[in-house]
Every structure is written in C-alpha cells, then in structure tokens.
C-alpha cells in the first residue's frame, strides 16, 4: 500500500474524504476548504479513467488489430460488462462515468453489430457528445446543472458545501465549458472519421479528446479555487486527512 493508502490491501481500499469548510481556529471568518493534495486527487480519479474509459480504448485497439472490428467490440464491450458487474455484485459505488458509458457502449456494439459499418461505431458517440453538450447547455439554463452528478467521481463534496448558492453557481458555468468543450471535441472527432484511417482514427480520437479534457480539467479547478478565494474562503492545498476506508 502507498503511503495515501489509496491501494487495495486485504480486502480494503481507500477513497477521498468528502471536501467540507471547517472554521479558522483562531476564530477569522470565512472557514477554510483544504484540498487534497494533486497526487492524492489523481490517485484517487485515475482508476476511474482507467475502469471506464483506458482500458475499453486499450482494449478495443489490441483486439481490432490481432483479430479484426467484431472481436473489439466484443472485448471493448465485455470489460465494462465484468466492470460494472464486479462492482454491484460487490455492492460498490459504480461512477457515473462507468455506467454511462457501458450503456452507450452497448447500443454502439449493437448497432455495429448488426450493421457491420465501424463508421457507425464510432460516429455514434460523436453524435451522443453533442446530445450531451446540448443537456449540459439545457441543464444550465435551468439552474439544474448536469455536472454536479460526475463531483462524487472525482472529488466527492459534503451536501453543505454542494448547497452553498456560489456552489451551484460555480455548476452552472462548469457545465456550460464542458459543453462547449465537448461540441469542439465532436467537431474535431467528425473531422478524423472522415479523413482518417480506422487505425490511425483510434490513436488520434484520443490524443484529441485527452487534450481536450485536460484543459477543461484544469481550467474547472482554476475557476472552483477562484470563486471559493472570492467568497472568503481560505484554500489550503496538499492537506492529506485520513482517508477513509471501505471494503474492497
């Protein structure tokens, strides 16, 4: 086990406290947010990537070039099955990110499937990422902000600190850069399909799409660190609380 006992060892494995404002202890208002450190935070977040999005890609790739299109979509499409599985028949929290994409996954498999066309495969979730920027957009406008479903995915928050109005606020503006993220994402995905070679498509998709997401990673820290600073709140990072264990 690693020192932020964030690996799994004899049955237990270990999560991220919930981010919380606790007071100043000398009494200063205005409380402090301690974040965790970048290293905790991303020992925590790459498992998920991995689960549900790594290791399907990985997959996919190996397969499609030992054994052809059908053999990838049946082992892109069995890992997040056996994922998504393992984790209810453990009665664990599966991420939002998992079950989303299993469920797209298999209407993708399926429609490739009975189609035989690796154009579909792979348009299907470009179309699907401009569906979702669209409810993003949607759920911003209605102060309803589709974001703060995948906070628990990577930086669980405590339900005080998800009800403070800057908070949501802050959920509001991150969906709406997630969606225009993901419309530029789509736009140059569609470009790829069409002017590149499957093998090639595969490898340049997801240097484009990492890119992408990164930024907007970290441009949505930047931003939840600036409005916590502008409301009085003091952000102390590297803070390392005991993590908290639960069954493996």
């Not at 290791?55 to 499409?77: D, H, K, T």
């Not at 995905?189 to 907007?216: D, G, P």
Request: hydrophobic letters at 55%; a positive charge.
């Amino acid at each position: 086990m690693d020192q932020t006992g964030n690996a799994v060892a004899g049955g237990v494995r270990r999560q991220l406290p919930h981010l919380t404002i606790s007071a100043h202890t000398c009494g200063k208002s205005g409380g402090i947010l301690r974040m965790p450190a970048p290293r905790t935070a991303l020992r925590h977040a790459v498992p998920v990537v991995l689960e549900a999005v790594v290791i399907p890609l990985a997959l996919f790739y190996s397969v499609l070039l030992l054994w052809g299109f059908r053999g990838a979509l049946i082992a892109a499409l069995g890992w997040s099955f056996v994922a998504l599985g393992r984790r209810l028949y453990r009665g664990e929290r599966a991420s939002m990110l998992l079950m989303l994409g299993t469920m797209l996954l298999t209407v993708r498999t399926a429609v490739s499937f009975i189609t035989g066309s690796a154009f579909l495969y792979f348009a299907q979730p470009t179309a699907g990422t401009i569906v979702i920027a669209l409810v993003l957009f949607g759920s911003a406008i209605i102060g309803r902000p589709f974001t703060q479903r995948f906070a628990g995915d990577f930086c669980p928050m405590d339900p005080d600190l998800l009800a403070r109005p800057l908070v949501q606020r802050f959920f509001v503006r991150i969906s709406v850069l997630w969606a225009t993220v993901l419309l530029l994402n789509a736009g140059f995905v569609l470009w790829l399909l069409v002017t590149s070679s499957l093998h090639a498509f595969v490898l340049e998709r997801a240097a484009v799409t990492y890119t992408l997401t990164a930024c907007a990673i970290y441009l949505s820290i930047r931003q939840f660190v600036k409005m916590m600073r502008g409301d009085g709140i003091t952000v102390q990072w590297g803070a390392e609380p005991a993590l908290l264990a639960v069954e493996a």
